[in-house]
């Protein structure tokens, strides 16, 4: 959690903005449009990322994120190794 904030938090204010969000991910580079997963993700930001609304994920609202309590990650990386070795399917 301590790492992914140092990451993102650019302006080090100890949270992680819409921009920082999105610029974690995605970069300009002089492009007028944003690609649609860009527009999809910053409405994910507004819409759950940011529980409380005050336009900024805090430490808590960030471990949600990276680490949602509702993922069982070793049944996730089970599927996916059966799913990539299963060749006959």
Same mark, same amino acid.
């Given at each position: 959690?301590?790492?992914?904030?140092? +990451?993102?938090?650019?302006?080090?204010?100890?949270?992680?903005?819409?921009?920082?969000?999105?610029?974690?991910?995605?970069?300009?580079?002089?492009?007028?449009?944003?690609?649609? =997963?860009?527009? $999809?993700?910053?409405?994910?930001?507004?819409?759950?990322?940011?529980?409380?609304?005050?336009?900024?994920?805090?430490?808590?609202? $960030?471990?949600? =994120?990276?680490?949602?309590? +509702?993922?069982?990650?070793?049944?996730?990386?089970?599927?996916?190794?059966?799913?990539?070795?299963?060749?006959?399917?």
């Amino acid at each position: 959690l301590q790492e992914t904030m140092e +990451d993102i938090d650019k302006n080090g204010d100890g949270f992680i903005d819409l921009e920082e969000y999105i610029g974690d991910m995605y970069s300009h580079d002089g492009d007028a449009d944003e690609p649609e =997963w860009v527009k $999809t993700e910053r409405e994910q930001f507004v819409e759950f990322r940011d529980k409380n609304r005050d336009g900024k994920m805090d430490k808590e609202e $960030t471990k949600d =994120w990276i680490l949602p309590s +509702d993922y069982d990650h070793a049944e996730a990386e089970a599927r996916h190794l059966v799913y990539e070795s299963d060749q006959n399917k």
